[in-house]
């Protein structure tokens, strides 16, 4: 289980409240998570799923793992599947799996138990109807005549209704709780509609299926729970929760909704729905891909566990609606890695430097920091020779002003290596740039007496006779947000793919292993990587790099 990171909210607030009241006796905290199994989690999910478990694990309580299959669709088991590694991925583990399918027979009697004390009728109206008949903020709804029907005759139809006697949409069984109410959720809301379908877990024995807003307090009720922790736009449902909880009258301590902002987040569509379609049209390489908002997508972006939960903590939990920057998951992703991996030389768009004094066959073994701020990371050996790849950022042949690395007549550092000075820039014959010749200072090699001497650029390096070729994918947000509509569309230019020499022991990269590729940003190997080739995927750059527009 995740550690618990001291943190208070209103929620925490609320039970404190209830446990010094003793609200519900000795009872345990209990809490939930209620997937529906029809997609894959997203980070939104994660925030919940945080706020479950971590409130659950403060008070010393549990939290539950409910499926909220109450709509008769086909399960997925990829989805449940991915749901159960998502949770377990983010450090938490659920007292029950459970499924609120189990609960139809219970439910069925509970409608019985409304309908005989008049809180519950069978109504013939259409959908049209209903919602005519619903009335407005500021008109009262209007009172149809199914509602005066006796106990006996709503029995009989609900009963009728539950044998298969009606097409879908014929009947509907509703509260009855009040058509003037200035709440609309409390004017007469179905609580039960036909579907013939087939159940993945009851089958065909139901062809009537318990509406959301009944199944959801009653499901909470029979497990237990206490805290039933929803997203804002259930506020207006929660007088309806606690009206079905109280009607039941079941349930001596019955559990009680509390409601947070749903997390929303810049360049980030959180739908499953949406994200569903993405995956079906090809616009992504399916749920896990490194792009997508999905846990299985950031997991396989290289995101840390620590580094989701530490975000979820950092914002909180708010009772009003906002939109957290990126930049701040990004933030503790960099925060997480920065003294966990180790670094790396990598350059993309190479440059071949000969250093034209250096011994034909000569190799040295330069010992290389891993994690300048862990000095217990220890070094690594990294060989260096005559010819060398650097970054192509790391030269211009006409500086711009600030520029301190490579250029004609400028003398820089090779990161563990020793200072080396541009003479000449040799060219193919189409003009760009073939070789840079250079020529090394011998009395400067790293910790020696020499490597003292102040130089302005420092850049890294590559030996070209070791080096090995890696993919790289460069990300980018999948969605941007149009400057003119407001609206968030697919960014065309998110995945950039590239390539780079990398020192030789990213050749026994293994897929999940995380690394700082030097003065780049933070990478992981890719499962797509083979012992030939080598995929890394950018999880994130290292925070604002300065950088030269050519
Ligand atoms: P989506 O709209 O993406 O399909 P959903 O709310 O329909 O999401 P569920 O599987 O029903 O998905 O949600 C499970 C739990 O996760 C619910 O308690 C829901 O409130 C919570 N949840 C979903 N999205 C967010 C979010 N963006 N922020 C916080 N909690 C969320
Ligand atoms: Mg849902």
Redo the contacts with the bound molecule.
């Keep these: 289980m995740a550690d618990v990171i001291e943190m208070k909210n209103f929620i925490h607030d609320i039970i404190d409240n209830d446990i010094e009241t003793k609200k519900y006796g000795d009872k345990d905290i209990l809490t939930r998570?209620?997937?529906?199994p029809n997609?894959y989690l997203?980070i939104?999910?994660a925030?919940?799923i945080c706020l479950n478990f971590m409130t659950a694990q403060k008070y010393k309580g549990a939290c539950n793992l409910r499926y909220?299959d109450t709509n008769p669709v086909k399960e997925d088991v990829e989805y449940i599947n991915s749901i159960e590694e998502d949770v377990r991925w983010l450090g938490f583990e659920w007292k029950e799996r459970l499924w609120a399918s189990d609960y139809f027979d219970e439910m069925f009697d509970c409608a019985v138990t409304l309908i005989r004390k008049g809180k519950a009728y069978v109504c013939d109206c259409t959908p049209e109807e209903i919602r005519a008949n619903r009335g407005t903020l500021t008109e009262p709804g209007r009172e149809c005549s199914c509602r005066n029907r006796t106990v006996e005759e709503n029995l009989e139809l609900f009963e009728e209704m539950r044998e298969g006697k009606y097409k879908d949409g014929e009947k509907v069984l509703r509260a009855r709780i009040d058509m003037a109410s200035p709440n609309i959720n409390m004017r007469d809301p179905v609580i039960y509609r036909i579907a013939h379908a087939t159940h993945h877990n009851t089958g065909d024995k139901w062809c009537i299926y318990p509406m959301y807003d009944f199944a959801h307090p009653i499901e909470d009720a029979i497990e237990g729970i206490t805290h039933s922790i929803?997203?804002l736009e259930f506020e207006d449902h929660r007088p309806l929760y606690d009206w079905v909880l109280r009607e039941i009258g079941k349930w001596p301590t019955p559990p009680q909704q509390i409601e947070f902002a749903?997390?929303n987040i810049t360049n980030t569509v959180?739908?499953?729905?949406y994200l569903k379609a993405l995956v079906d049209d090809g616009s992504v390489d399916g749920w896990d891909d490194p792009r997508m908002p999905t846990i299985a997508g950031i997991r396989r972006r290289g995101y840390t566990p620590e580094a989701v939960r530490d975000f979820c903590e950092r914002i909180g939990v708010a009772k009003a609606n906002s939109t957290v920057d990126v930049a701040q998951l990004e933030a503790c992703v960099r925060d997480d890695l920065k003294l966990k991996v180790e670094n790396r030389n990598v350059v993309e768009n190479p440059i071949k430097v000969v250093i034209t004094n250096y011994p034909e066959d000569l190799v040295e073994e330069m010992a290389i920091e891993n994690n300048r701020e862990v000095p217990e990371m220890g070094d690594r050996m990294v060989p260096f020779g005559r010819e060398l790849w650097v970054d192509g950022d790391d030269f211009m042949e006409v500086p711009a002003k600030k520029y301190f690395r490579l250029f004609p007549g400028n003398e820089v550092r090779f990161k563990g290596a020793y200072f080396l000075t541009c003479n000449e820039v040799i060219k193919n014959e189409d003009g760009s740039v073939k070789e840079l010749h250079c020529t090394y200072d011998p009395e400067t090699r790293s910790g020696t007496e020499g490597a003292n001497r102040k130089v302005k650029g420092t850049i890294h390096w590559v030996d070209a006779k070791t080096a090995v070729k890696i993919r790289i994918r460069n990300y980018d947000y999948l969605m941007l947000e149009n400057q003119e509509t407001c609206e968030m569309e697919l960014n065309p230019d998110s995945l950039v793919e590239s390539w780079g020499y990398a020192e030789p022991s990213l050749g026994d990269a293994k897929a999940g292993e995380r690394f700082q590729f030097f003065r780049k940003g933070y990478y992981i190997c890719d499962e797509l990587s083979t012992d030939e080739e080598k995929v890394f995927n950018k999880i994130v750059g290292l925070k604002s790099s300065f950088k030269v527009k050519k």
Excluded: A, I, V
């Design positions: 998570f209620p997937p529906e997609g997203h939104g999910h925030k919940s909220d929803c997203t749903r997390l959180m739908s499953k729905r």
